[in-house]
Each structure stands twice: as C-alpha cells, then as structure tokens.
C-alpha cells in the first residue's frame, strides 16, 4: 500500500532550537518524496524534493531508503517557520501517474 | 506567469444550485489537477487531465464534473451538492503527468448549505 506517515500532529518549539519533522512512507517501488508547507492563509507551496538534494529556508530532508524515511530538519528554528508542514510522495518516471500521496500533516509552532 | 490562478475564492451554494470552479495557469503545463481539502486534513486527488484528458478519477461522485477546455484552463462544475462537500478545492499543475513539482492555486472555499 501506498502511504505516507507523519506521526506528530503538532510540534511545538522554542526559536533556535532544532527542528525535526518526521515522515515515514511505504511505497512499493522507487518514489518520489516532497515537503510542501502551507503558511496561514497562504497557498501550498513545494519545499523540498529529495531528487534535488538541496536546502530551502535553512531545511534540509534526506531519504533514507533503509528505514523507509524523509525527515525535514533545521538546526535553528525560526518564528516565520511556523506553518503546517505536508510530507508527500509520488512514483517515479514511468511509474508517476501525477497522483501525489500527503501524510495528515504537521503543525510547526515556533514561541519566542 | 508562474501561478495557477483560482476563480472565484470563496462560494456559497445551495444543495439545488449549480455552479463552477475555474482553474488557469499560462505556464505552458499541460498536467492538471482538482483536490479536496477539508480542514486540518491533507489534500486529497480527485481528478487528473494530462493533455487535456481526464486519466485519474479517483472515484469522485458525479456530482462533481470537470472538463479541461484548453491546456490552459480547468473547470469544475458542482451540481446538487451536499453539505459534507464543504471544502478546499485546490487546482494543481504540473510540467507534464509523470513529472514533480506541483504549482498550487490558492483554492476556492466552497460552502454547500
């Protein structure tokens, strides 16, 4: 079964401290994985895709293949960090049918 | 032009009404896409157009029915809704079908009442 698993509704945080969003998948085959956010009242955006390797707004997200994996990090969180956070998945190439799987969803909080 | 731009941002409808949701983007993608969002739950699929043609229906009833017109322009057409059909509706694009990096619009809450 396809699915995606984010086991903490909300995360709440102290500015500068160490964030981690947790995201579990089971997929059966090679996919693709996504952070999208949603600010307040904003649209969802794309924050990272694993295929690019690169850092967005101080996250980064690596795919652990062994433990089935892509958890979101920043060492220092900040306030405008808050946001709700939307791990997803899809196939890849020519298993891609555009369909795009999301976990519940995290809310980051971040207090001063 | 980068963004999918959703029209209109908020409706209100009764059970009896019809009325639809119009989806545009001019960034030459030719992969759309309506969700469903209620609220503090993710996103979910209800239709696919890839080149125009509809290719995923992810068992939506028919009281929802979409039509794809041009490579630019997305429409859903809403018909005897239910109250439980109150949402988020979100239209997405991308580049191609098997190709990442969703571009969303900002949605148009719907109210059935």
């Known amino acids: 079964a396809q699915r995606v698993t984010q086991p903490e509704k909300l995360l709440s945080v102290f500015k500068g401290a160490p964030v981690e969003l947790k995201c579990n998948y089971s997929y059966s085959g090679s996919p693709e994985l996504f952070w999208y956010v949603q600010y307040s009242r ?17 996250f980064t997200a690596d795919l ?6 892509f958890h979101l990090k920043k060492p220092f969180a900040q306030e405008e960090d808050s946001a709700m956070y939307y791990c997803a998945l899809s196939g890849r ?3 891609n049918t555009g369909k795009l799987i999301f976990g519940q969803g995290t809310t980051l909080q971040v207090k001063p | 032009d980068t ?3 959703q029209t209109p941002k908020h409706l209100v409808m009764g059970m009896t009404n019809k009325k639809s949701l119009k989806c545009e983007q001019h960034m030459g993608h030719r992969a759309m896409y309506w969700y469903k969002q209620k609220a503090k739950k993710p996103p979910e699929l209800m239709f696919v157009y890839s080149y125009e043609k509809l290719s995923i229906n992810e068992s939506v009833p028919s009281r929802f029915s979409p039509e794809c017109p041009n490579s630019s322009l997305l429409n859903l057409h809403l018909h005897a809704l239910q109250p439980e059909d109150s949402a988020l509706y979100l239209c997405a694009s991308t ?19």
């Not at chain 2, 191609?96 to 009442?113: C, H, I, K």
């Open chain 1, 64 to 69: 652990n293949k062994g433990e089935t994996s």
């Open chain 2, 3 to 5: 963004e999918v731009t």
């Open chain 1, 42 to 58: 904003q649209r969802l955006q794309l924050l990272l895709r694993h295929i690019s390797r690169e850092s967005i707004k101080g």
């Open chain 1, 93 to 95: 190439g020519s298993s």
């Open chain 2, 95 to 113: 580049r191609a079908p098997n190709e990442d990096g969703y571009t969303f619009g900002s949605g148009t809450r719907l109210t059935v009442v």
